[in-house]
């Protein structure tokens, strides 16, 4: 449940975020997640008409990639904010708890020490 509202906080932030920055982070991701096998070209023609202008398979996969980025960030985000002490070793402890490392393993090398 824990996991559950976490995931659903992220995406709704994503979402928020797309609203505000015109990036649309959360169109992209939750058509993927809506359509988990369609290769890059259907992704880009059903992405080119969710977002009202032509996307090519190569944007498609640059985009899926910023828009997994931005969801790591996020629930980075939110796992650091849940702990009374988010240390790096902290953050990912609790990650591997709730089966969202392998998600969130790029985005945590980068940031560094969480907390």
Not at 13 to 22: D, F, I, N, P, Y
Not at 39 to 64: D, F, H, T, W
Request: aromatic letters at 4%.
């Amino acid at each position: 449940s824990w996991r559950d509202d976490l995931l659903a906080r992220c995406w709704a932030k994503l979402a928020e975020a797309e609203c505000q920055s015109g990036k649309p982070h959360h169109t992209v991701l939750r058509y993927r997640v809506e359509h988990p096998d369609a290769p890059s070209p259907e992704l880009a023609e059903g992405l080119s008409q969710a977002l009202g202008k032509p996307i090519n398979a190569g944007s498609v996969r640059v985009m899926l990639h910023r828009s997994r980025e931005a969801f790591a960030m996020l629930l980075l985000d939110e796992v650091s904010n849940s702990l009374a002490d988010p240390t790096r070793d902290a953050v990912e402890q609790e990650l591997i708890e709730l089966e969202l490392l392998e998600y969130c393993k790029p985005a945590l090398d980068r940031r560094g020490d969480a907390g």
